[in-house]
């Protein structure tokens, strides 16, 4: 009966070694989950975008924005 008793135990010593070891495995699987999740949706967009050169500002150049037409009143009539 010890023989069986011994046997028993070692089984369920190795059991527990693969059951420690699969949630060791399940734990980095949720960390590595949880920091992709985290993770920005567009990395690129960060630290990539283009930079484009301004363009030369003058005071002579006008506004963007079309000036509306001024109205002028007729004389003699």
Do not use: W
């Not at 059991?15 to 495995?25: D, E, G, M, V, W």
């Not at 949720?30 to 960060?46: A, G, Q, T, W, Y």
């Not at 005071?59 to 924005?65: M, R, Y």
Request: proline letters at 9%.
């Amino acid at each position: 009966m010890s023989k069986y008793f011994y046997l028993l135990t070692k089984l369920e010593l190795n059991n527990l070694a693969a059951i420690k070891s699969l949630q060791k495995l399940l734990i980095i699987n949720i960390i590595l989950i949880i920091k992709l999740v985290n993770s920005s949706e567009f990395p690129d967009r960060e630290c990539c975008d283009p930079v484009y050169p301004l363009a030369a500002v003058s005071a002579s150049i006008g506004p963007d924005t079309p000036t509306p037409p001024q109205h002028t009143t007729r004389q003699g009539k």
